[in-house]
């Protein structure tokens, strides 16, 4: 079946501009996460949802960065004012329901954030 | 507080070589889950094993095996007979076992491997 997929793959954007960056998850993946990876390091959660709410967004660096499943399916990441340290690759990824806190995580190729 | 390290930064070896990566966590939970994934060079990370806390059975899926002991707070990860193929980086991670980070993988810094033909 298919996995998780994100879009843009790639995305180049001046500093200051506002992106977003969309996750579709597995089907029939009630939980869905975001993480971000910068060069070299492990990647670092961000937010976690539950269906269509937020059960977890205590990894967001600040309120430049926001996310939203409105409909407890695909989920977009939105990110302010960009600043070149906002410069990565954001992974999502989905498990089946995520409230044992075990699953199985599966994650999408990642969009790869450039801000000039 | 959460944390895994994997202190090998960097592994190379030769085609056929086995290989032993090591990673160490830290949890004050009793209940976790350890994890392995793979990130080839393609970027998308691929799963690999689970673990629960309570089970330190050691696991083998073909060419690889962990190796998980409690006492040492470790979950270590060998390839045998490597292959050009396996050139990636290795990340292991935790998620603890309790309400507020539920859901929430922790990762170390990863360890590339490099296998020559």
């Known amino acids: 079946g298919a996995g998780v997929s994100q879009t843009p793959s790639n995305k180049v954007t001046e500093k200051g501009k506002y992106v977003e960056l969309r996750c579709d998850p597995i089907s029939g993946h009630t939980a869905l996460y975001w993480y971000r990876q910068s060069l070299g390091q492990g990647p670092e959660f961000l937010i976690y949802f539950q269906g269509t709410g937020a059960a977890d967004d205590s990894g967001l660096p600040n309120d430049r960065f926001f996310a939203v499943r409105p409909e407890g399916s695909v989920s977009t990441l939105k990110i302010q004012r960009t600043e070149r340290g906002d410069s990565a690759v954001y992974l999502c990824a989905s498990s089946n329901s995520g409230l044992a806190g075990s699953d199985t995580q599966y994650f999408g190729p990642g969009t790869r954030l450039t801000v000039l | 507080a959460q944390k895994v390290t994997q202190a090998q930064t960097e592994i190379s070896v030769v085609e056929k070589e086995d290989v032993t990566l090591d990673c160490v966590y830290e949890t004050r939970d009793t209940t976790y889950y350890l994890f392995w994934y793979k990130q080839p060079p393609s970027g998308e990370l691929v799963f690999l094993i689970r673990?629960?806390?309570?089970?330190?059975q050691n696991e083998i899926s073909g060419r690889y095996s962990w190796n998980f002991q409690k006492s040492t707070s470790s979950f270590n990860f060998t390839i045998t007979a490597s292959q050009v193929v396996d050139s990636a980086v290795y990340f292991c991670?935790?998620?603890?076992?309790?309400?507020?980070?539920?859901?929430?993988?922790?990762f170390g810094r990863g360890t590339q491997l490099t296998v020559w033909p």
């Open positions: 673990r629960n806390s309570f089970d330190e």
């Open positions: 991670a935790l998620i603890p076992h309790r309400g507020s980070t539920l859901g929430r993988l922790y």
